[in-house]
């Protein structure tokens, strides 16, 4: 069963596809797009070895030649290094603007080979196959493009939709626990942001998402996607309503930077976290009831997510470090700090007042507890 999500930008139409076995079919799902029968896949070491053999016979069965490139794993190559890398190489295998470039693998691959396309001859089309849970429900749809660089997260990059997604739900089976968690962090964050109705349904059925039912992987993406690509329809160049699907970010972003973009914290990880400090911020300045932070940290937590600054090892920063870390971020407005907050479940909303000292507390507060 495969479903279809529709992101219907004027003139940049594409389509998101949600089912299992997608990746065998890739070839018959790409052709259409093609001006001439040929691909370049850019994927990183971990994923290549579990599905780019499957992604070259998929292509190969519809006659589509391909080149493929194998980029280290991790959120280190999402820099310039890599990122030079990837475009001589394009540059070098002779991509032509009407081609496509597929990028095979989590957000990682998905942002970086985006931006390549992005700004190779001013422009290319790509396909996302996400491989990832984070990169199914949240960095492959919605043309985020973009790389990091020392000062924070995220900083260089463009706006460049793809022309396809693949989110291939069989994928997720090869997974890590770990990994497979830190993308449920996004899912849930749907359902924290604008759909009450789906975090009820998450309260219920996360078990089954944990443990690996596809009926339910299936609805987990398909809600994450439609609702993500409502928000990109409203505002795709984060104008404004988009800026919510940072819920959590502001605090995940700093805890990142903190632990060195490291395997200390995945970044679905430092969501989760940042999505429980968000609802007990919100709840100390009177907007929410005290009840809704507690069944967000209830939900986290028995799905067996990170949900508390004392979940991650080693050494922090002090409250006033992590504050500064937060002002690197790109979400600041004339150097006021953005945040994500709600007025209850389903309900959140951008604000730049918040006062700096119930921050401060609230993170203090957390690290004396570690």
């Not at 693949?166 to 749907?190: C, H, N």
């Not at 502001?250 to 940042?274: D, K, M, P, Q």
Request: glycine share 10%.
């Amino acid at each position: 069963m495969i479903e279809t999500v529709k992101v219907p930008l004027p003139g940049r139409e594409y389509e998101v596809r949600i089912g299992a076995g997608l990746l065998d079919r890739a070839g018959a799902e790409i052709a259409p797009l093609l001006k001439r029968p040929r691909v370049a896949i850019v994927s990183d070491e971990n994923v290549a070895a579990a599905h780019l053999a499957t992604l070259e016979a998929a292509l190969a069965a519809e006659g589509i030649q391909s080149v493929a490139l194998t980029l280290p794993p991790g959120e280190a190559t999402k820099g310039w290094p890599q990122f030079t890398r990837t475009v001589e190489w394009l540059l070098e295998q002779k991509v032509e603007r009407r081609d496509i470039v597929v990028a095979l693998g989590g957000g990682v691959i998905g942002d970086l080979v985006g931006f390549a396309a992005a700004v190779l001859r001013r422009g290319v089309r790509f396909v996302q196959i996400p491989t990832s849970l984070l990169a199914q429900v949240d960095s492959s749809v919605g043309g985020k493009t973009g790389i990091n660089a020392p000062q924070g997260k995220n900083l260089i990059g463009a706006f460049h939709q793809p022309a396809l997604v693949l989110a291939d739900i069989g994928v997720l089976e090869t997974l890590t626990p770990r990994d497979f968690l830190a993308g449920y962090g996004e899912v849930v964050k749907y359902g924290m942001l604008g759909d009450a109705a789906f975090f009820d349904w998450l309260e219920t059925n996360g078990a089954k998402v944990a443990g690996g039912d596809r009926a339910a992987r299936a609805y987990a993406v398909q809600r994450s996607v439609e609702m993500k690509a409502e928000i990109v329809l409203r505002d795709e160049t984060e104008q404004g309503d988009r800026a919510l699907l940072n819920l959590g970010h502001t605090f995940c972003h700093a805890l990142e930077a903190a632990t060195g973009y490291s395997n200390r914290l995945l970044h679905g990880e430092g969501v989760a976290i940042g999505c429980a400090l968000a609802f007990e911020l919100s709840a100390r300045l009177g907007l929410c009831s005290q009840e809704d932070p507690s069944r967000v940290r209830a939900l986290l937590k028995d799905s067996g997510m990170r949900c508390d600054l004392a979940d991650i090892p080693g050494d922090l920063p002090d409250a006033e470090a992590l504050l500064e870390l937060m002002g690197q971020d790109k979400k600041v407005v004339d150097g006021q700090l953005r945040f994500i907050l709600a007025r209850g479940i389903g309900e959140a909303f951008v604000t730049s007042d918040v006062p700096r000292d119930t921050v401060r507390t609230l993170l203090a507060e957390q690290l004396a507890a570690r």
